[in-house]
């Protein structure tokens, strides 16, 4: 059933409302090796969740990875200051990096509702036991 006009109303309405879901969602950090720099969504302070820095000629730094030093586990503060401006070290510098070996996540980040100030959507419960250990203070 792969013709469109053929599609149900319900099919349809399914595959809207998950491209519109997928659209809302950023990577949160395990190792970054799933999340390239420069085109996914993993910035929690930008407006799109998008690095804005543009991304320099020839650059060999690709993937989120590139960004974290091996020992110690920690941002390659050098790397930073020659890719991203000051607010957006600020803002990777903020994410934590786990010392476990955890895989790159697809969350759906807090969104909050102005008037009331009340979270209506919140990724943490719907993750496994096990993810939800990464964001526990």
């Known amino acids: 059933m792969g013709n469109r006009?053929?599609?149900?109303?319900?099919w349809q309405s399914l595959t809207y409302r998950l491209r519109l879901l997928k659209k809302g969602l950023i990577w949160c950090i395990g190792?970054?090796?799933?999340?390239?720099?420069w085109d996914d969504p993993w910035l929690p302070n930008s407006p799109d969740f998008?690095?804005?820095?543009?991304?320099p000629p020839d650059c060999e730094y690709r993937k989120v990875k590139d960004l974290i030093l091996?020992?110690?586990?920690?941002?390659n503060l050098e790397i930073l200051r020659t890719?991203?401006?000051q607010a957006e070290i600020n803002d990777i510098m903020a994410i934590p990096l786990?010392?476990?070996?955890?895989?790159?996540?697809?969350?759906?980040?807090?969104?909050?509702?102005?008037?009331?100030g009340r979270y209506f959507f919140r990724f943490y419960f719907f993750l496994k036991p096990?993810?939800?250990d990464r964001f526990k203070a």
């Not at 006009?5 to 319900?10: C, E, F, G, P, V």
């Not at 091996?70 to 941002?75: A, D, L, Q, R």
Request: glycine residues 2%; charged residues 20%; hydrophobic residues 40%.
């Open 130 to 132: 096990v993810q939800r």
């Open 5 to 10: 006009a053929r599609s149900s109303w319900l």
């Open 98 to 116: 786990s010392l476990q070996e955890n895989e790159d996540i697809l969350i759906w980040p807090k969104v909050q509702i102005i008037d009331t």
């Open 83 to 85: 890719l991203f401006n």
């Open 70 to 75: 091996e020992n110690p586990h920690c941002w």
């Open 31 to 37: 190792f970054g090796v799933e999340v390239n720099i």
């Open 50 to 55: 998008k690095v804005q820095s543009p991304c």
